[in-house]
């Protein structure tokens, strides 16, 4: 991951602005901390904190055009950008970076080229014969991206238009300021948002296509395989669950014979976090063994993870309750990680919104309801699972991929009728059985039986039951019962309803006062996870509402007693899938 931050259309052309540029570009240097550079022209300034993960010799940021027309910065990664320099063959290019690519086919396409990238980005570009830019963000949202507007006050008007890959780096400027949209470009031209990215499930339609097992096979491991892109040390983060399990497994059988695999060896190298016993520790090892990986396990106290609280809200800036549930046990997990010498990650994430994996899902009256759920959960996870993944893993310079939220897979999972998603105790299928079946190799086992159908652990729970408890226990000491009575009116907006939930956005509004940050966080009820419309499958779920999957009462195997379930919380929360 890298750190981007613009300034458009200024009317401050002054030194002292472009120092305060560069200071606030510093505050994303933790995404980036191989190179900076910034580029200036008539009031446009445009920042990168680069992490080097493909070409690190001459990829550094900006990057140009031939005549330096077009410039261009960019945080992700384009995995397909070796055939798009082949469909450009009147172009040439100065660096090996995949990133280059998107100044030239500004060149050829103009603004419509965004959906022929295929990968994970967000980017700002700049054609100085106009002056004129455009903003981009990946399809799902998996990097971050925040847009601002300020007030030019030295010359009294409006005219500077601000983006940065986190809030830190444009909250202290400008009016106001909100997410940038997943799969949407903002030009300059006509001032707004338009969509470029419209897949099929993006409509009403309910879809219909049959399972076919193998064809979901080599969608994922199609997926798994171009993000083994890198010429820097990598690994896999492992919880034992299926769906880290099943990327470890991809990538161990592929690596050989990539250009990886020669620069840094065909082993493997996987990584797990959790508490001391935690089911997460256990599973990962046997996963682990079973692969030949070479694991690292590391562990953490429940102080360890109570002491960072701090540093990972303003890492992520965000209060939603699961969301700094996980998030603690990765960014300590990242630290470690990039202690190695490891600078990129391959990572579970999105399985559970696009197959319906979430235990609460068990409740799906029919096939309608169940997809348009997962439909609903697609959109909203740059919010939630993505940010996460992202910004706990760049809080030390570690880039994070997630192969099922490719743009390819997901729409052969979105394609496939929902009637064979559901789960159906009757025909023995559990929660994400077409993706368990379509890897339940005899022949050639990509896992053992055990760990291809265990249940879905959300990762806050995986990495060990205590680390929640002992939250909670913790927010007790910091937030009085009075102050509870008294949260309405502190925070009118996404009311916290727990002390752990008080606790974080204390905490949160102290990095990002501004009303623009609080509302860049969403809210509403959920239970295990579930979106605020999925609590009506269960009349019983409206009186339980948490965000564990322990909360899906006669679904967890170690789910909550019903005299025992956490109070009501009116923080919508996501996890991250296993």
Same mark, same amino acid.
């Given at each position: 991951?890298?750190?981007?931050?613009?300034?458009?259309?200024?009317?401050?052309?002054?030194?002292?602005?472009?120092a305060r540029v560069l200071e606030l570009s510093r505050r994303l240097k933790h995404r980036g901390p191989d190179w900076s550079g910034l580029y200036q022209r008539d009031g446009c300034y445009i920042a990168h904190q680069r992490l080097a993960i493909v070409d690190p010799a001459s990829g550094d940021q900006p990057l140009y055009n031939e005549d330096k027309t077009i410039v261009v910065a960019v945080n992700g990664e384009i995995y397909n950008h070796e055939d798009l320099?082949?469909?450009?063959?009147?172009? *040439?290019?100065?660096?090996?970076?995949?990133?280059?690519?998107?100044?030239?086919?500004?060149?050829?396409?103009?603004?419509?080229?965004?959906?022929?990238?295929?990968?994970?980005?967000?980017?700002?570009?700049?054609?100085?014969?106009?002056?004129?830019?455009?903003?981009?963000?990946?399809?799902?949202g998996i990097t971050p991206l925040y847009i601002g507007w300020a007030l030019d006050v030295l010359y009294y008007c409006v005219g500077s238009v601000w983006v940065s890959s986190e809030l830190k780096g444009l909250n202290d400027e400008c009016e106001h300021f909100e997410v940038f949209p997943p799969g949407h470009l903002f030009s300059s031209k006509t001032g707004g948002f338009k969509r470029w990215y419209n897949p099929p499930w993006f409509n009403e339609t309910i879809?219909?296509?049959?399972?076919?097992?193998?064809?979901?096979?080599?969608?994922?491991?199609?997926?798994?395989?171009?993000?083994?892109?890198?010429?820097?040390?990598?690994?896999?983060?492992?919880?034992?669950?299926?769906?880290?399990?099943?990327?470890?497994?991809?990538?161990?059988?592929?690596?050989?014979?990539?250009?990886?695999?020669?620069?840094?060896?065909?082993?493997?190298?996987?990584?797990?976090?959790?508490?001391?016993?935690?089911?997460?520790?256990?599973?990962?090892?046997?996963?682990?063994?079973?692969?030949?990986?070479?694991?690292?396990?590391?562990?953490?106290?429940?102080?360890?993870?109570?002491?960072?609280?701090?540093?990972?809200?303003?890492?992520?800036?965000?209060?939603?309750?699961?969301?700094?549930?996980?998030?603690?046990?990765?960014?300590?997990?990242?630290?470690?990680?990039?202690?190695?010498?490891? *600078?990129?990650?391959?990572?579970?994430?999105?399985?559970?919104?696009?197959?319906?994996?979430?235990?609460?899902?068990?409740?799906?009256?029919?096939?309608?309801?169940?997809?348009?759920?997962?439909?609903?959960?697609?959109?909203?996870?740059?919010?939630?699972?993505?940010?996460?993944?992202?910004?706990?893993?760049?809080?030390?310079?570690?880039?994070?991929?997630?192969?099922?939220?490719?743009?390819?897979?997901?729409?052969?999972?979105?394609?496939?009728?929902?009637?064979?998603?559901?789960?159906?105790?009757?025909?023995?299928?559990?929660?994400?059985?077409?993706?368990?079946?379509?890897?339940?190799?005899?022949?050639?086992?990509?896992?053992? *039986?055990?760990?291809?159908?265990?249940?879905?652990?959300?990762?806050?729970?995986?990495?060990?039951?205590?680390?929640?408890?002992?939250?909670?226990?913790?927010?007790?000491?910091?937030?009085?019962? *009075?102050?509870?009575?008294?949260?309405?009116?502190?925070?009118?907006?996404?009311?916290?309803?727990?002390?752990?939930?008080?606790?974080?956005?204390?905490?949160?509004?102290?990095?990002?006062?501004?009303?623009?940050?609080?509302?860049?966080?969403?809210?509403?009820?959920?239970?295990?996870?579930?979106?605020?419309?999925?609590?009506?499958?269960?009349?019983?779920?409206?009186?339980?509402?948490?965000?564990?999957?322990?909360?899906?009462?006669?679904?967890?195997?170690?789910?909550?007693?019903?005299?025992?379930?956490?109070?009501?919380?009116?923080?919508?929360?996501?996890?991250?899938?296993?």
């Open positions: 991951m890298c750190g981007i931050l613009a300034v458009l259309g200024c009317s401050d052309d002054s030194q002292a602005k472009r320099r082949r469909h450009l063959p009147r172009h *040439k290019f100065k660096t090996g970076s995949d990133c280059e690519v998107i100044a030239h086919l500004y060149e050829e396409y103009g603004e419509n080229f965004v959906n022929m990238l295929d990968g994970m980005f967000s980017f700002v570009l700049l054609d100085t014969h106009d002056n004129s830019f455009i903003s981009a963000r990946d399809a799902i879809p219909s296509a049959p399972y076919d097992p193998i064809a979901l096979r080599h969608a994922l491991e199609s997926a798994v395989i171009k993000r083994l892109m890198t010429d820097v040390p990598f690994g896999v983060l492992l919880s034992g669950g299926l769906d880290s399990s099943l990327v470890a497994s991809i990538a161990a059988r592929h690596l050989s014979g990539t250009k990886a695999a020669k620069l840094w060896g065909a082993q493997l190298h996987s990584f797990s976090v959790g508490l001391e016993g935690s089911p997460d520790l256990k599973a990962a090892a046997e996963v682990a063994d079973c692969l030949g990986t070479v694991h690292h396990e590391f562990h953490f106290s429940v102080q360890d993870g109570i002491d960072a609280i701090e540093d990972v809200i303003y890492h992520i800036e965000t209060y939603d309750v699961t969301t700094v549930r996980a998030s603690t046990p990765m960014f300590l997990m990242a630290r470690k990680i990039k202690s190695l010498g490891v *600078k990129m990650v391959i990572s579970g994430e999105g399985a559970d919104e696009i197959f319906g994996g979430y235990l609460y899902f068990h409740k799906a009256p029919n096939k309608e309801e169940f997809h348009r759920e997962t439909c609903r959960k697609i959109i909203a996870i740059h919010l939630y699972d993505c940010l996460r993944a992202n910004k706990s893993t760049s809080a030390w310079g570690v880039e994070a991929r997630v192969p099922f939220l490719d743009k390819e897979f997901i729409n052969v999972v979105m394609s496939i009728d929902p009637e064979m998603k559901m789960i159906d105790t009757e025909k023995n299928r559990i929660e994400k059985w077409i993706l368990r079946k379509a890897f339940d190799d005899e022949d050639h086992p990509y896992l053992p *039986k055990h760990i291809l159908y265990r249940q879905k652990e959300q990762f806050s729970d995986g990495v060990g039951y205590s680390w929640i408890d002992g939250l909670k226990d913790h927010a007790e000491l910091h937030v009085t019962d *009075k102050m509870m009575l008294n949260a309405s009116h502190i925070y009118p907006h996404n009311t916290p309803q727990t002390k752990e939930a008080s606790y974080y956005r204390m905490i949160f509004e102290q990095f990002f006062p501004q009303n623009s940050a609080i509302l860049t966080v969403p809210g509403g009820a959920s239970v295990a996870c579930s979106t605020a419309k999925a609590i009506e499958w269960d009349a019983a779920w409206s009186n339980h509402l948490d965000p564990s999957g322990r909360a899906a009462l006669g679904v967890h195997d170690s789910a909550y007693e019903v005299n025992h379930c956490p109070d009501v919380s009116a923080t919508k929360m996501m996890d991250v899938g296993t």
